[in-house]
């Protein structure tokens, strides 16, 4: 396997020293802390018979449009002023309204017969309020966990114009920005999810990070941080308000219906996040119907 890749990094090289359009070397891996061996994708993107091809390292090959990457090379030069924005994630106003319902439907499935009407049209009316989803998309990407430890390198290779150009992310958020840019020995970051969404075209359904470059989870996410937001006015609607009860330090969901229990072992609105980390230190499995447990891992549950 390890000399395979080294001939094939050979082969790469060599090819880059010649006349020809752009070549994309794309590596991307992940590891789950002590769970597993770090899973890996290589991919190479060059021009054959007058035509993109992307091959894997198995040596599968999918045809690239010429549009694709001339839109990936863009998105490479297009200069963000400043950090996370609307416009570096592609929100608008009509995204937001477009997706207000979808986003309420996908992140409460299974359980929105629980919830009350007025509840459904608080989340709907915040999610599409850009203010309150401003401060989602900024609690989101300040959030972090420490199970997870994606990294992708690309190496482009504009040969018609000489460049050389890096791209480097271990980001753990969807599309993994900010990426790291480094050209002439000179290094900018941009949270362009453009850079994320072009890339993406490039690796096979099976690549590892995929849907995270990709973004694929990125609405969902948003839905939990404003979820987190509106708590204190969620709890007011509440169909049962005596659903939620001091258990010790801790709060804990009862819910008024069978098949009602939160996704996560911690519904974020029923155990605030305070509370939450003391619970996660001690090891404690806070179940809707039972009575508390020590649990051997936390990954499950909300970040």
């Not at 207000?100 to 999610?127: H, K, V, W």
């Not at 229990?261 to 155990?271: A, G, I, K, Q, S």
Request: hydrophobic share 35%.
């Amino acid at each position: 396997m390890f000399a395979k890749a080294w001939v094939w990094l050979l082969c790469i090289f060599l090819s880059a020293c010649t006349k020809a359009p752009t070549l994309i070397v794309i590596h991307t891996t992940q590891s789950w802390m002590a769970y597993s061996d770090p899973t890996t994708t290589w991919v190479r993107v060059d021009r054959k018979n007058g035509k993109y091809v992307a091959q894997n390292l198995d040596a599968e090959s999918r045809e690239i449009p010429d549009e694709q990457v001339t839109a990936f090379l863009a998105a490479l030069d297009a200069r963000t002023e400043g950090s996370i924005s609307f416009s570096n994630l592609g929100i608008t106003q009509t995204w937001l309204d477009q997706n207000a319902e979808p986003a309420f439907d996908e992140y409460f499935n299974g359980r929105t017969s629980c919830i009350a009407p007025s509840q459904r049209e608080l989340f709907i009316g915040r999610f599409r309020n850009a203010s309150a989803i401003g401060k989602a998309v900024g609690a989101y990407f300040e959030s972090y966990w420490t199970d997870d430890f994606p990294w992708t390198h690309v190496e482009i290779y504009e040969r018609a114009r000489g460049r050389v150009i890096l791209l480097e992310s271990s980001q753990l958020h969807a599309f993994m920005i900010p990426w790291t840019i480094i050209e002439n020995g000179r290094g900018r970051l941009s949270f362009n999810a453009n850079i994320s969404r072009t890339l993406n075209a490039f690796l096979a359904e099976n690549a590892v990070l995929k849907q995270r470059i990709a973004g694929t989870d990125f609405r969902r996410r948003l839905s939990e941080s404003l979820y987190k937001q509106m708590c204190p006015a969620w709890r007011k609607l509440d169909r049962n308000p005596g659903s939620w009860r001091q258990y010790g330090e801790y709060l804990r969901w009862y819910p008024p219906n069978p098949g009602c229990e939160p996704r996560y072992v911690f519904d974020p609105c029923y155990l605030p996040g305070k509370d939450y980390s003391k619970a996660a230190q001690s090891g404690l499995n806070v179940s809707p119907t039972a009575e508390p447990t020590l649990s051997m891992g936390h990954g499950c549950c909300p970040k």
